[in-house]
């Protein structure tokens, strides 16, 4: 079992930045594979960003380029770094835990969220 804690959130700038931290609690939790996940008003839940125990990543094609994941598995902590920011990433931002494999893009497929994080974009 893991409990995962965001922080980071905030008001910004569009072309601002902004880091998001998802802390974790558990002996286990290098052995996970995590992930951010994003939810805007009336839409569903899409996958942003994942990293596996190892350290590779992947993530969505609206965000390369732009975002990076990261881990700190000696602080129980990954991190989402965002540059760049536009108007349309203003959503809740979810970290997420997948046990068995790599962050799954479904969201329903994972193990573990967090309560989020806002993030607002301002134009």
């Known amino acids: 079992?893991?409990?995962l804690?965001?922080?980071g959130g905030g008001l910004v700038q569009a072309?601002?930045?902004l880091r998001l931290s998802c802390a974790g609690s558990g002996r286990t939790f290098s052995s996970y594979s995590m992930g951010w996940f994003r939810q805007a008003p009336g839409?569903?839940?899409e996958f942003v960003a994942g990293i596996r125990w190892s350290g590779g990543t992947t993530y969505a094609d609206s965000v390369k380029g732009r975002f990076t994941i990261s881990r700190d598995n000696a602080k129980n902590t990954v991190y989402l770094?965002?540059?760049s920011l536009k108007p349309e990433?203003?959503?809740v931002y979810y970290c997420a835990a997948r046990w068995s494999g790599p962050i799954?893009?479904?969201w329903r497929e994972n193990d573990h969220w967090g309560r989020g994080t806002q993030v607002t974009v301002s134009s």
């Open 81 to 83: 770094q965002m540059n």
């Open 1 to 3: 079992q893991v409990q």
């Open 5 to 7: 804690v965001e922080s």
């Open 89 to 91: 990433d203003t959503a």
């Open 104 to 106: 799954a893009p479904m």
């Open 15 to 17: 072309g601002g930045s």
């Open 43 to 45: 839409k569903e839940r």
